[in-house]
């Protein structure tokens, strides 16, 4: 790290109040040049910390960035990781709060259940598969407290990876019953076609998605723990949405996810 601890804790102050007050705060590259990567992590890190210190239940992970059209969208090219509490997640049918979040988008995801732990370096495709109870249909919602025009990946790091909240669909599916890299799903907005795509573009797998996340937490002293539920990167563009709007990705064989913002 390259910040002292003093100022990346008045990041995480900032950005928690970004949060609680449904704000977006300037860049933080802007004013910080010289912050990097681990930098990103530790203030994310301590985001979490006072989360799980305020009662906030740590529920899983999500891994952003991870598909091309997503590096694309964003001008970031490498993933990263952030924290899901259970106050984020939702069921499919959800009426949720827009004024929540800020800048919210939705992207088209598969979500993975573990049933045993992954502890890196060395987590394999294989070793997901292995370890996942099941998989299931889900959409993030995004939500960015630090304006978007031009931040680099250390802004979205320390901002929890832009994580608002998620949906998850009702069908569960062992990763052995599905070709998952050949899952597809159409986003619809108000009923209109918007984005689809397949979780392929989701590096090759989206298994593979989860053991890079696992390889990235061992470098943090951290692993991922049986019963969590892990969002492997979304293989659709983000997706504007504004109050009132009704959101539907339509899984095919997976069924859909519905979820209406007021």
Known sequence: MTLPAE????????LAAAERDRTTVPLLTARHPGMTVEDAYAVQGEWRRRGVAAGRRLVG????????VMQVATGIDEPDYGTIFADMVYEDGAVIEHGRFSNVRIEVEL??????????????????????????????ILSSRIALEGRTIVDTISDNAA?????????????????????????????TVEESGVAGAVLDHPARGVAWLANKLAQHGDRLEA???????????????????????????LGTITCQLT
């Open 61 to 68: 992970h999500k891994i952003g960035l991870t598909s091309k």
């Open 111 to 140: 979500a993975f259940r573990l049933a045993e732990p992954l502890e890196g370096p060395d987590v394999s495709l294989e070793d997901v598969l292995a370890a996942t109870e099941h998989v299931v249909p889900a959409l993030e």
């Open 7 to 14: 100022t990346l804790a008045a990041i995480a102050d900032e």
């Open 227 to 253: 019963g969590e539920l892990v969002l492997a990167g979304s293989f659709t563009r983000p997706m504007w949405v504004h109050p009132g709007d009704t959101v539907l990705a339509d899984y095919r064989d």
């Open 163 to 191: 994580m608002g909240a998620m949906v998850v669909g009702g069908a569960h599916v062992r990763p052995d019953e599905v070709d998952l890299p050949w899952v597809a799903a159409v986003l619809r907005r108000n009923g």
